[in-house]
């Protein structure tokens, strides 16, 4: 099993930044990708960026491509998003994920297995 805590989140103005945090714990050696998903209010769960932990590749949705970065830290089982040029559309709960299972797409929310509770994240204009 993996757990998952995220934070960060907060109310910032459009044009700011942010950084959130998602702490692993557990069975971190297992692995193999962590994503970051987000959900607004009547809309549906959508994928935002994944980072594939050995390779630290990465996928990015088109809609944040430019503006958000996934990154990690081994030694603190850590996965960041840090997003830039914040707009009201990005107002949503954000979700960190983990999948120890090999993905070539890791943009699908059914790939992962772990999730964490959700961090607001609120832009006003």
């Known amino acids: 099993q993996v757990q998952l805590i995220e934070s960060g989140g907060g109310l910032v103005q459009a044009g700011g930044s942010l950084r959130l945090s998602c702490a692993a714990s557990?069975?971190?050696?297992?692995?193999?990708?962590m994503g970051w998903f987000r959900q607004a209010p009547g809309k549906e769960r959508e994928f935002v960026a994944a980072?594939?932990?050995?390779?630290?590749?990465?996928d990015y949705a088109d809609s944040v491509k430019g503006r958000f970065t996934i990154s990690r830290d081994n030694a603190k089982k850590s996965v960041y998003l840090q997003i830039n040029s914040l707009k009201p559309e990005d107002t949503a709960v954000y979700y960190c994920?983990?999948?120890?299972?090999?993905?070539?797409?890791?943009?699908?929310?059914?790939?992962?297995?772990?999730w964490g509770q959700g961090t607001q994240v609120t832009i006003s204009s």
């Open positions: 557990g069975r971190t050696s297992s692995i193999y990708a």
């Open positions: 994920a983990a999948t120890p299972n090999l993905c070539i797409d890791c943009t699908m929310a059914l790939k992962y297995n772990y």
């Open positions: 980072l594939r932990w050995s390779s630290r590749n990465t």
